[in-house]
C-alpha cells in the first residue's frame, strides 16, 4: 500500500515539473517574440523606409480663376453748367446716340440780356477809345512844331488812348463769356453711346443752383466695347504682360466662353487688395454683354525659366523653413528651397540642388537631417502620378507640368 502511494506521489510530481516545464518554454518564447517586434518597430523609427523622386528640370504652365467685371468701355454723366429750365428733350432711356447729337435743349432768358448788355459795353468802350485815340492823333501832329505841346501832355494821352484800348478788348472777353454761357444751354453727346439714365422732366430747374444740380439730366455709356477689369493677386503678378489672353464665361450665358486680350496693367499693387489691376478690352457687338455683370475669368500664368519641378508632398513646409529630403550616402539631407508656381500635384522649387538628386517623395519633420534611410520599391519621377492635371480653382493656380530631359549621367544615386 505504500509503495502504491509513493508511486502515486512520483508520477503528480512529475506532472506538475513538466507542466511548469512546458509554460516556461512557453513564455520564454512569447517574450522573444515580443523583444523581436519592439526591436523591429525601433528599427523602423531609426531607419524609416520611404519612396524616392528624381528630380529633374521643366516648365509649369499654370492658370487661376478669379472673379471680373464688365464695365463701360466710356461712361460719362451730363450735367447743366449754367441755371436753366429744360425747354426739349430730345432722347430718352435706351436711345442710341452719335458724338455731338443734341440730347436736350434748356433756356435761361437772362443770359440773352446778359449778352445784349455785355455787346453795348463793346460799342460804349470803343467810343471812349475812337475819342482818346483821336485826342493823342491831334496832340501827335501838333508836337511836331516844337514848344507847343509838352512831351508829358503827349505820353498821357498816349496811356489814355492804350487803356481805352484794353477796355475794348475786356468787353470783347466779357461778351465771348456770355456767348459760350449760351451754348452750355445744348446738351449734346461727347461720343457714341447708349442713354441709360435720365433724371429729368420738362421744365425742370437744374444747373448748380438748381434742385437737380446734384443729379446728371442723363447718363450715357458705350456698349460697343467693355472693360473686363480683374485684381490678380501679388504672387500671380510677376512676368503678366499686354500679349496675355484670357477666357472667361458670364453666370448669366450659360454655356458661352468669351475671350478677350490683356491691354492695360496698372503696374502697381492696390494697398488694400494687395493685387494688380488688369483690363481687357471686349467688343461687343452682338450686345449680349451688359456693363456691371460679373464674370469668371481664366487668367494664365506666365511659364518662368526652367526649374525643378516635384511633388507637392516632398516640399516640407516648417515654422522655420522650407526643405526638401534628399538622399545622400543613404542618409537624409536637408536641402533648403524656395517655392515656385503650383500645378495639381506638382510645385517649382528652387535651391541647391542639381538634376538627377533624389529626395524623399512623401516627406515629413519626422525624417530627421543625417539619419539613416531605407529604400522602399516604389521609386518614381516627379509628377509620376499625375503628370497631366487642368483644373480650375478659384484660390490656387491649376495646370500642365512640362519636364524638361536631362543628362541620365549626371543622375546620383
Not at 508632398?313 to 537624409?332: L, N, P, Q, W, Y
Request: include cysteine; hydrophobic fraction near 35%.
Amino acid at each position: 500500500m505504500n509503495i502504491q502511494k509513493n508511486k502515486l506521489i512520483i508520477v503528480v510530481t512529475a506532472l506538475v515539473i513538466g507542466t511548469a516545464l512546458f509554460s516556461s518554454c512557453g513564455e520564454s518564447k512569447k517574450d522573444k517574440e515580443e523583444q523581436d517586434l519592439t526591436v523591429q518597430q525601433e528599427n523602423a523609427l531609426d531607419t524609416p523606409t520611404v519612396n524616392l523622386v528624381t528630380i529633374s528640370k521643366g516648365k509649369l504652365t499654370s492658370n487661376i480663376t478669379v472673379p471680373g467685371e464688365l464695365e463701360a468701355y466710356q461712361q460719362t454723366d451730363l450735367y447743366a453748367k449754367v441755371n436753366s429750365y429744360v425747354k426739349t428733350l430730345l432722347v430718352d432711356i435706351g436711345s442710341q446716340v452719335h458724338q455731338g447729337q443734341l440730347l436736350a435743349t434748356l433756356e435761361a432768358p437772362e443770359l440773352n440780356s446778359q449778352l445784349e448788355e455785355a455787346k453795348s459795353r463793346i460799342q460804349q468802350a470803343k467810343a471812349v477809345y475812337f475819342a482818346s485815340k483821336a485826342t493823342f492823333d491831334r496832340l501827335y501832329s501838333t508836337s511836331k512844331t516844337p514848344g507847343t505841346v509838352s512831351e508829358n501832355d503827349l505820353e498821357q494821352a498816349q496811356a489814355k488812348k492804350s487803356s481805352d484800348s484794353a477796355s475794348v478788348e475786356a468787353a470783347k472777353s466779357s461778351y465771348k463769356s456770355f456767348a459760350a454761357n449760351l451754348a452750355y444751354l445744348q446738351i449734346r453727346a461727347p461720343f457714341d453711346g447708349v442713354i441709360t439714365l435720365r433724371n429729368v422732366n420738362l421744365g425742370a430747374y437744374v444747373g448748380p443752383g438748381g434742385a437737380a444740380s446734384n443729379q446728371a439730366l442723363f447718363r450715357l455709356e458705350d456698349h460697343n466695347r467693355l472693360r473686363l477689369v480683374i485684381s490678380v493677386p501679388e504672387n500671380f503678378t510677376g512676368g503678366l504682360n499686354n500679349q496675355d489672353e484670357v477666357s472667361f464665361n458670364i453666370r448669366e450665358l450659360p454655356g458661352e466662353k468669351f475671350k478677350a486680350k490683356v491691354v492695360r496693367l496698372a503696374g502697381a499693387l492696390d494697398n488694400t487688395l494687395r493685387s494688380e489691376r488688369l483690363e481687357m478690352d471686349v467688343y461687343n457687338t452682338n450686345k449680349k454683354l451688359l456693363p456691371n455683370m460679373y464674370a469668371d475669368v481664366n487668367v494664365p500664368l506666365p511659364q518662368t525659366d526652367s526649374a525643378f519641378i516635384v511633388p507637392k508632398t516632398a516640399v516640407v513646409t516648417s515654422t522655420e523653413k522650407v526643405f526638401v529630403i534628399r538622399i545622400k550616402d543613404g542618409k537624409a539631407e536637408w536641402v533648403n528651397v524656395q517655392k515656385g508656381l503650383e500645378a495639381g500635384d506638382n510645385i517649382e522649387i528652387y535651391g541647391k540642388i542639381n538634376p538627377g538628386d533624389q529626395i524623399v517623395k512623401a516627406a515629413t519633420e519626422e525624417i530627421r537631417d543625417g539619419s539613416p534611410i531605407k529604400i522602399g520599391s516604389g521609386k518614381q519621377g516627379p509628377g509620376d502620378d499625375s503628370n497631366e492635371s487642368n483644373g480650375k480653382v478659384m484660390n490656387g493656380p491649376t495646370g500642365n507640368v512640362k519636364p524638361e530631359k536631362t543628362d541620365s549621367s549626371k543622375t546620383k544615386k
